[in-house]
Each structure stands twice: as C-alpha cells, then as structure tokens.
C-alpha cells in the first residue's frame, strides 16, 4: 500500500482510553468481504456554519438528490456525540457528588450535635461564672478552649486519613487528583466553622439567660 499521510492519535471507544491503531484506505480499496460492515458504520463529518437543525435537512436533501436509496440517519452535532459518550460517566460523578454532599451534610450535622450537646452541659457552669462577674465573650472563650480542640483534633484525623486512601479508593479517575489539597482544606475548614458555631451558641445561650434560672435547672 502507498501511504499518502498520517492522521493524528484517535480514540474511537473512550475519551480516557489509550490511542488506537487505526488504517484509513479508500473505499474502492477495500476487500469486498467488508462491504457489509463498512456500510453500516459509515459517517461523514461536516463542517459548516448555522444551525443544526437547518443543516441536517440540507444535508439529506443533498445525499437524496445523489443518490436516494442512501439513507442519512442518525445526524448529530459532534458536541452532542461527546457528550453521549460521556453519559454514563456524568451520571456516575453526579451520584458521587450528591452522596458526597449528603456525607458532608451528616458529618456536619454530627460534629454540631456533640459540640452543641457538650457545651449544654455546661450550661451550669456558665451560669455560676456569669453570676459571678464573667463576661459573656470570657465565657465563649472559655468554651472554645475546652471543646474545640478535640473537635479539631478529630477532623483533622479524618482529613488526614481521607487523603492518604483516596488514591487507593479512586486510582484512576479521569483528569482528577484524588489528592486536590484545596478541597479537603475546604471541607476541614466548614465542619470546623460549624463545629465553632454550634459551640458558640450554646454559650451565648447561656450567658444571655437569668443566673438564677439556669442553676434551677
């Protein structure tokens, strides 16, 4: 066979597949063998300016007036041949993300119900030292001190646990870095943001209150 030039890399099944080894020969060149097969995979690709729509008619009006027992089907956009390609793809990302935000979520709600319970248990004590002279904002700095470091502790365990599997639970995922550093900053710094907000309530609950009320509970 005469070679008369080289195509670049084509994938013809995944976008993330390696290159296949593809030989383009002329029609009239092909073993009758593969008529059949040939006949059922053959495309054209068109490129013009204008809608879709208006050209899709153009282009079978065209291939009818050429020949009409060629039939024209399937026409599509090769933006829109992309993107079925990347359907089921789309979809698995998308589940992913909605369970990781409803992971997130309960994480969140979790880390705010034990600082919060921990901090109204010392709803006494906060009550005792404001009768007492403390100052509201001593009193939330007091709770900080003593319930956010372990909360901290804690997120940062599993920010620290979740970056070291995350290769090995996601080993080869599309154009992805299964350790973006931004985004587990980003998630440590909102369950600790939501860690101080639920300490902080509490205890501004409790120094805004009667002394005498909160000791006869």
Known sequence: MEIVGVVSDVKHFTLDGPSTADLYVPLRQMPSSQSSFLAARMFWVIRAAGESSKLTATIREAVLQVDPGVATSSARTLRTVMSTSLGARRVNVWLLEI????????????VYGVAAFSTRTRRRELAIRSAVGARGRDLSALMFRGELPPVAIGICSGVASAYGGAPYLFAAPFETDPRDAGIYLAVGAGLLSIAALAIYLPARGAHSVNPHEALSL
């Open 99 to 110: 369970f990781g935000q409803v992971a997130t979520a309960l994480c969140a709600i979790g």
